[in-house]
């Protein structure tokens, strides 16, 4: 069933120099229990898209398009409303807000507080329903006096998202959920992640700038370019059988042992300023299958298969 509909959706920063246009032209649908990855190097305008559908961007704005959840248009909720929407439907933990609880209160206290700003529980039951929350993120219930120093970052990580499930919303964005921890610990948030989603039948769209994180956790998996949708499909298929050039170089090249991607394989350079985007395809200038239609055209995205579909001028009709 469609939890969520994104069409042409273009949300711009405005600044001195102009409009930044972070997320220019992006359609996606999310199913309901859906897990959707959110891919691209950084400054591609993954977390300005997160926001958007919460309607929390700073220093820009929604300027076209249009977000349904269940059909109803969020972009012409009431302030009332949108306080409804925010952790009772969707929840967003970000990126900055990833592992940065507020050091002079018990986590416990934190999850009751988010839980009573939000709902007309009594502090009893907003408790009760913290520890069970902690111990639906596999956290002894005990520690919901502790302090997150007392925690670790995993652990850290996993309360953030108790905190995000606490209104029982229909999707949790998180935006870049394991990239401070190792390996070992960012497994296990994989892995938690994927277990509510299934327990609790919430959609759950994770936003990385490491593909392999999203091929473990996800059903379906946009690539995002400069603003735009490059290439979208389920997990399968899109790993299997990448068709973008940028897709291709995401996935052959792996980050480093401080979890940063070092230069991807086959591109130079880095994404473009989304102030004066290039024209025709964003990615022409670093694309090492450029021809001279790139430079001047912007690719449609084209139907490949019954879930996947890439912008890219070498993909033709049909996928071929
Ligand atoms: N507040 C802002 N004002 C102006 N430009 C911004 C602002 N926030 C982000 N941007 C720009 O928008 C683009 C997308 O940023 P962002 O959504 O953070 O990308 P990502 O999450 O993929 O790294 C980048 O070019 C970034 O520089
Ligand atoms: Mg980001």
Redesign the pocket.
Known sequence: MGLLSVEDLKTY?F?GAGQ?K?VDGVSFTLDKGESLGIA??????????GLSLIRLV???GIVGGEIKLYDKSLLTLSDRELNELRWKRISLIS?AAMGALNPVYSVGAQIVEAIRAHSEASKKSAWERARSLLREVDIDPMRATNYPHELSGGMRQRAMIAMALALEPDLVIA?EPTTALDVVTQAQVINLLKTLRQRLKVSIML?S?DLSILGQACNRVII?YA?KVAEVGDVNSLFRHPRHPYTKALLTSFPDIKGERKALTGLSGS?P??LNPPAGCRLHPRCPAVMDICGKDEPRLVQISEDHQAACHLVGEGGR
Do not use: N, R, W
């Open positions: 920063y600044t930044v972070a691209g190097e950084s400054g591609c305008g993954k977390s300005t898209l700073k220093g820009g990126q935006d936003i700038h995002m603003g994404p300023d989304l």
